[in-house]
Each structure stands twice: as C-alpha cells, then as structure tokens.
C-alpha cells in the first residue's frame, strides 16, 4: 500500500533543513521517517547516504548506495559513491572492481572520458591490475593519445618484469618506445633489461619454455623431413589435397623463425595464414596461443589454448599460460582453476598409484576453497609462487623431494598437496623442519620435535601443517590444555578460511583431548550442519546430549536433543540416530516429571515408528501414571494383541508383571495379567496374583471388592478351594 504524502512531505522537509544546518544525525532521521512511507524514493534514500557519510557512518552508507544500485542499475552516480565510500575504508580491491563496473557502465553509455577516469582510480588501487591497463591503452589507441599509451605499456613492461616475464616487459617497452621516442624513462627502463645475458645451458626450463621449445622443434623437424614421405599419420595431419606443400613449407619456416628472434607480429600473421590453410596441428596452435598471450590478446589466446589443452605435450603448458590469460584479464576464479591444474599434474606425477584419487580429491577441495574465497590478492600471491618455483633450478627434482617430505609430515588419512606447499614462504626450509620434527616425534624426542615445529612456524607463521604437528607433540607430551587451544585455534582459523574439513578434523581432535567440552561439540555439530550432512549431526547432538544428561543437567539435554530432532524435521531426515534423539527426548521430560510432555514426545515416535515397542509400552505407563486408565487399558491391549499375533507370550507376560508391579491399584490391570496366567495354563501364578489383590482389598477394607476376587480364584478350582469358599463366607457375612 502507498504511504501517507503528508507525513512523507513533512519529513522530507524538516530533512533538508536539518541539513542546512549540518545537523546531519537529525537529518538521516528525518529521511528514514520518509523513507518508512516510500521505501522507493530514490533522491531521498541518496540524501540519506550523503547524510550517513556526513556522519562518518560508512557502513551504513555503503548499504544505502547499494540500494540504489540496484535499484537504478543504470545510473552511475550511486555506483561511484559505492567506488567512493569503499576507498574511504580502506578496502582498495573491493573499491577498484566497483571503479571499473563503473567504466564499463560509462562505455555503455558512451562516456569515454569518465570511463577512463574510473580505470585511472581503478589502477591507482591496484596497480597491478594489467586488464585495467590493457582497457586504458585500448581506449587511448582509439581516442588517439598516443603517449598516454606509451606510459601505460612501460606501467605493463614493469608489471611483467617484476613477475618475471622479461619477454613479455621487453616486448610492451619497445612498442611504448615507438610511440614516444623521446621518453627517457621507457629508454632507461630498456637499458636496465638489455643486453640480457642468455641463460646457462644447465639451467631447466619452466613448462611454458619447455613446452615452446619441443613445438618449434617439431614445427622444423617437420622442415627438415619435407622432401621425405611422411608417415600416414603424419601424411593426414600436415597435408590436404588442395594445400601447396611448399607453400605451408615456407610459412613454417617464416613463423619458427619470427618466433625465435621474438618478431610477434610477423609469426602471428604466418600461424594464422596456416590455420586459415587447414594446417591445424597442435604445435600451430599452442605457439600462436602463446604469442597472442604475450601480445596481450587474450581472447585470441584462450580459444587456442584451450584446444592444447588436453594435449599431453602442452597440457602443463597450456593450463600455464591460460591462468596468465585469466589472470590478466582480471578472471580470478578461472586464472586459479589452470594454475592448480598445473601443480595438480605435477603433483600426481610424484605419488604412488593408490594415492591418486586421495589426492585429486584434496585439489577438488582447494579449487573450491579457492573459488568461494574470489580473492585477487590470493591469486596473485599463489600464481606468482608457482611461477618462482616452476622457473626455479632444479624444480622437477624438487617435486620428488617435496612429495617426499610432505608425506612424513601429512596426518593420518590426509593428504597434503604440493599446491598448499609451493605458496608457503622459503617452502625448503619449512618442510624440512617438519620433516626433522617427524623424525624426532617418530623416536619420541618430544623437546627437540616441538623446537623443529617452531622454527617451522617462524619461517611461516600461517602454515597449518606446521600447527597441527605441534599440537601432536603436545598431546604425546601430555599437555593436553596446550594441544586442546591449538585445536581449537586451528579450527576456527580453518573454519574463517572456508577448509570445513579441516576444521572439523581439528575439532574431532579437541574432542578427544577433552570428550565433555560441549563448546566444541556444538561448534562442530554447526560444522556439519553447514556441509549438510546431517545424520553426522544429529549423532554429535545425541552425544551432545548425553554429555549434559551424564552430570544431570535435563533441561540442557533435553534443549540439545529437541534441536536434533527439529535439524532431521527440517532436512526430512530419517534415522536411528533420530529415533534414538526421540526417545532421549521423552526420557529428559519424564526425569523432569513433564509427564504430559513425555506421553507426547512417545505418541510422536508411534506416530512415526508404528512398530517401536518400546514407545507403546511407556505410552501406557505414562497413562496409568497421568491417571487416564481407560486410554491405558485400551493401548495395552493393542500391544498385547500384537505380541499375540508374533506368538511371543513371554514378551506379554514382561509387560504385564512390569505395569502391574508399578500401578497395584489398578485392579483391571491385575485381572488381565491373572487372564494371561490363566491362557497359559499357570493357575498357580493365577491364584497368587488373585489372592495378593484379595489381600490388598482387605487391608483397605474393600469387602466387596474383596469377595469378587475371591470369586475369581474359587472359578479357577485351585487345591486349596475349600478354604477360600470359607472365606467368602466369613467376608460375606
């Protein structure tokens, strides 16, 4: 329904005056009371956020701005305050993907100055930002600003040779130089990368060289074979009828050549004018994939790539230069997807057979750590740890030797990737430590293991396989307060960082030290609430329960045993582990002496489990004991039937001397055991029973009552008739 105008206007103006007045918090009042009419206004919700930010309440400011965006998706003022309000606290990543939705929503409406703007706020954030840049130079080239170009490709040039890609600097700085041959700073930057000293023969190559390499060999392999007859499989790749081999001949040879002596753009136009030939070979296109990339055309790259792929020759390779491909082109989550596939194929490489699908599973698990985080600080940070270690000498012996010790050091059951260790600072001499603290812990050196685990934890404070080996050394130790906070520490740390599994490992860890602690228990149930897997939960609530139960607190394990069931009840959840909670739950109520409410919770369990024994029989107990004998009587005799159906008289008899013994005075009950008795055949338990009820009456001085019973026995015709007729006579008298 449409608010009231008047109480509408009449905020909205004492709003505006009490900003005149720079009565900012009597203001932001005033138009949250306008607001409350019609939540739709859009000039009075931007009001109310200029008079937030006046108050130096960001948050609440922010949340106000994105309401607008949302709501005018379109207009770009409440997505710069967005961009604005961001930068004022401090959150530069967050503030410079706003500034460049910005410019992208600025391009859609043709406002190319703004737009340029908005990535020049973007870029001052995040310098590194190189598909800022690549729009910057982009939009430069088209508007013509030619020496702006220039600096934004030397800004690239430095980018790429602190990530180590002097190629890449080389390339981007000369082309700046053509534009702007005067600028000392692009000629000093060149002079700083040249003469470059070429590499040792010795030193390895990183996948990508390695991967160029064998295709340009093969490429003029294909040269060197061209007057012999190819192979049949080899015929069918290179040749087609209507192609001119000495014609491809020449491309080939024109392209190899232009890519060895770093002419891009002379090699790109050969590849392509082989592609559009039907000259498709895989070498074609992973090398034109590869130049695209260096060139910074990344959405030529990328088709390419990924057709190389899966390409056992280029497979590392490709996945490489995809994640740079993603990277720069500001793709996070998908610049991380192929980094970790190359340090998954490397890795796999190194384990045992039996070990592999442990371990594609630990790289499924990080992908989606990696991916829910969205964090382009991380990304940078891992890709440029791979890309040290994958150009670092010797790297492939590295591998084996780091698989080597991150098995000593892995918890039982866990696999540890190579990708965790590779982003981990000076990684040689932190898993060293752990591997010497193994050895030591292995020979029950427990002071010299805890000292190797802190040189570990000095080198890098974050790495938790460092911790949880430290916490194993305390528990062998026996300081077990110590291990239960490192636990705990662990976990919450894991749990922040989005690894539930791990968490969850660290706080069944906790447990064990300390089985009681209904803390940690209940941060795990969450744990694996959170993952959905219910039935783990409800048993961690069952225990949960009993913990509470055990030192007599009901009313908390009857709380705790209640939550489970509404968990399964929610999940549509049906288990043993839930039918068990259920009769906890009743059991917890009657100890309370709700007898009410523990009859319900047991006609709930009928309700759901028709055949749940138990549940019937205290369903009668619980009746005779609220005093509704008639309901009692009538659901006995449904169980007893059911029994009598199976043919277990034992079972009917158990149930019968049970409730009698409780409920004496209920005399229907007594006589149905006394007909049991008498089914059975067992007139002397008949009797006995008739005549302690006989007794029983007396004593109250129920004669009548009395009389009928011994009626009762007289029927039965037991041995010792005579004397109960006398009896009778002397009670009736």
């Not at 993907?97 to 391009?107: E, F, H, R, S």
């Not at 088709?303 to 994640?323: C, F, I, K, W």
């Not at 990737?417 to 981990?424: M, Y």
């Not at 300390?514 to 795990?524: F, H, Q, Y």
Request: proline residues 4%; hydrophobic residues 40%; aromatic residues 6%.
């Amino acid at each position: 329904m449409p608010g009231n105008r008047a109480v509408f206007n009449d905020a909205v103006t004492k709003g505006h005056n009490a900003a005149w007045d720079g009565q900012w918090a009597k203001a932001a009042a005033e138009y949250r009371r306008a607001l409350a009419e019609f939540p739709d206004d859009a000039r009075i919700r931007l009001s109310l956020a200029h008079a937030l930010e006046q108050l130096g309440q960001w948050e609440s400011a922010l949340r106000e701005y994105r309401h607008l965006v949302q709501a005018q998706p379109k207009d770009p003022a409440p997505l710069a305050r967005v961009a604005a309000v961001l930068e004022k606290l401090q959150r530069k990543s967050e503030a410079a993907g706003v500034y460049v939705q910005l410019a992208d929503l600025y391009v859609a409406q043709n406002l190319t100055p703004q737009a340029i703007e908005a990535w020049r706020k973007a870029v001052e954030l995040e310098p590194e930002r190189t598909d800022v840049r690549q729009k910057l130079i982009e939009t430069y080239t088209r508007t013509g600003q030619l020496l702006a170009v220039a600096n934004e490709q030397l800004a690239l040039a430095k980018i790429y040779r602190a990530r180590g890609d002097k190629a890449k600097a080389q390339n981007l700085a000369e082309q700046a130089l053509r534009l702007d041959p005067h600028n000392a700073a692009i000629r000093a930057f060149i002079d700083e990368l040249t003469p470059r000293e070429p590499a040792p023969m010795t030193t390895p190559l990183s996948p990508v060289d390695a991967a160029e390499k064998t295709a340009l060999s093969r490429l003029a392999e294909t040269l060197l074979e061209a007057h012999e007859t190819p192979p049949e499989e080899e015929r069918r790749i290179t040749e087609r009828p209507d192609v001119d081999q000495a014609a491809v001949d020449a491309l080939i040879a024109r392209a190899v050549d232009a890519q060895m002596r770093h002419r891009a753009n002379d090699a790109i136009e050969a590849y392509r004018k082989l592609l559009a030939q039907g000259i498709a070979r895989p070498e074609i296109k992973f090398n034109l994939g590869l130049l695209y990339s260096e060139t910074m055309r990344y959405d030529e790259a990328i088709p390419l790539l990924s057709e190389t792929v899966n390409d056992p020759q280029y497979m590392l390779a490709s996945h490489y230069a995809l994640g740079q491909c993603y990277r720069a082109q500001g793709k996070i989550d998908r610049a991380l997807e192929h980094f970790l596939q190359v340090v998954k194929i490397v890795d796999l490489g190194s384990v045992r057979r039996d070990q592999v699908d442990d371990l594609i599973r630990v790289y499924e698990e990080l992908a989606e750590s990696y991916a829910s985080q969205g964090n382009r600080e991380e990304a940078e940070r891992f890709s440029r740890s791979l890309e040290e270690f994958l150009s670092s000498k010797g790297w492939e012996d590295k591998v084996q030797q780091f698989r080597q010790r991150l098995e000593a050091i892995k918890e039982e059951g866990e696999q540890i990737s190579l990708a965790q260790a590779i982003e981990v600072r000076e990684s040689d001499r932190v898993l060293e430590a752990l591997a010497f603290a193994h050895e030591y812990l292995r020979r029950e050196k427990f002071d010299a293991a805890s000292e190797e685990c802190m040189h570990a934890i000095e080198l890098a404070p974050t790495y938790l396989p460092a911790h949880i080996r430290l916490a194993e050394i305390l528990v062998k130790q026996g300081r077990l307060s110590e291990a239960n906070a490192k636990y705990q520490t662990i976990a919450e740390l894991c749990t922040i960082q989005g690894d539930l599994k791990r968490a969850e490992a660290m706080y069944r860890h906790a447990l064990k030290i300390v089985p009681e602690d209904v803390g940690t228990r209940s941060k795990l149930i969450d744990l694996l609430v959170q993952q959905n897997r219910v039935e783990e939960a409800l048993e961690q609530y069952l225990e949960l329960g009993e913990s509470f139960a055990r030192v007599n607190q009901v009313g908390k394990a009857l709380e705790k045993f209640a939550e489970g069931i509404r968990l399964a009840t929610r999940a549509g959840h049906s288990s043993k582990t839930l039918l068990t909670l259920r009769h906890r739950l009743a059991e917890m109520r009657a100890r309370q002496n709700d007898f009410a409410g523990a009859l319900s919770a047991y006609q709930e369990i009928r309700q759901q489990s028709p055949d749940d024994e138990r549940a019937h029989f205290y369903i009668v107990d619980l009746e005779f004991r609220l005093g509704q004998a008639s309901a009692a009587m009538r659901d006995l005799e449904e169980l007893l039937a059911r029994y009598q159906k199976r043919n277990e008289p034992q079972k009917m008899t158990n149930v019968l001397e049970a409730l009698v013994q409780s409920y004496p005075a209920e005399i229907p009950l007594t006589l149905r055991l006394v007909e049991h008795y008498r089914v059975l055949g067992d007139l002397e338990r008949a009797v006995a029973t008739l005549d302690a009820l006989g007794e029983a009456q007396l004593s109250l001085g129920n004669k009548r009552v009395a009389a009928d019973v011994i009626r009762r026995i007289i029927e039965l015709n037991p041995p010792q008739v005579e004397e109960y007729k006398k009896l009778l006579q002397q009670i009736s008298r």
